[in-house]
């Protein structure tokens, strides 16, 4: 079974600084990833996916990450952030291999401050 | 317009009140899932489904039913709800569960349910 874990709950940034959410996985088999965003009432939106190729992955509003095999990681990242990005922000993972469940993780709250 | 519909938003329901959380979507998807969201613990799969009229456990699926009688349906049926159950909702599908297929997932608007 697949499982996936962020390492940071929430996250506090000031507005126009970069950012990092970490998102670390385990598997003993390919695997899909999978960044979701939730603004506040709302449910969640795919923000960017990794099935297979070049390891940068571009999403909306800016937002990219990286598929690091040997690190099993997929960290999001923005290079400036914006108050309308506060949001929280979920790392999902599925096998590439068969069917797909996906396993989310905990969430991590981003916090942009003026 | 594509989309993942639930009803109702909001519900407050006493202790052992039956009650049923619909879920539609118009899609033509063939996977859909229920997952509760609480604090701290991110997203719990309930119960998920492959097809019509097949259903499985997900990760919590104690206190709650599924039923999958036409593809585009998913209700999620509290028999006896708990404070515990206290939760906000969120049904979701995708096309497929299998490798090949668009692998994304659509969600709900969520249903905020609080059990008295």
């Not at chain 1, 965003?37 to 990286?66: C, D, H, M, R, W």
């Not at chain 1, 996906?102 to 969430?107: A, E, L, Q, S, V």
């Not at chain 2, 006493?14 to 959380?21: E, M, Q, R, W």
Request: overall charge neutral; proline content about 5%; charged content about 15%.
């Amino acid at each position: 079974a697949q499982s996936v874990t962020q390492l940071d709950s929430q996250v506090p940034v000031f507005e126009e600084a970069p950012v990092e959410l970490r998102c670390n996985y385990s598997s003993s088999v390919s695997v899909y990833l999978f960044w979701y965003v939730q603004y506040p009432n709302q449910g969640l939106q795919l923000l960017l996916k990794y099935l297979s190729g070049s390891t940068l992955v571009k999403g909306i509003n800016g937002f990219e990450a990286e598929f690091n095999k040997s690190q099993t990681s997929f960290h999001l990242r923005k290079p400036s952030v914006h108050i309308s990005d506060t949001a929280e922000y979920f790392c999902a993972v599925s096998l590439s291999g068969g069917s797909y469940i996906p396993t989310f993780g905990r969430g991590t709250s981003l916090i942009v401050h003026p | 317009e594509a989309q993942v519909t639930q009803n109702p938003r909001y519900l407050i329901t006493v202790t052992g009140k039956k009650l049923t959380v619909t879920c539609s979507q118009n899609m033509n998807h063939e996977y859909m899932s229920w997952y509760r969201q609480d604090p701290g613990l991110g997203l719990r799969q309930i119960y998920y489904s492959m097809n019509v009229e097949v259903t499985d456990k997900g990760d919590v699926p104690e206190g709650y039913k599924v039923s999958r009688k036409e593809k585009r349906n998913f209700p999620l049926i509290l028999e006896s709800p708990s404070p515990n159950q206290t939760s906000l909702y969120f049904c979701a599908s995708s096309l497929s569960v299998y490798r090949g297929l668009n692998t994304e997932a659509f969600f709900g608007q969520g249903t905020r349910l609080t059990v008295v």
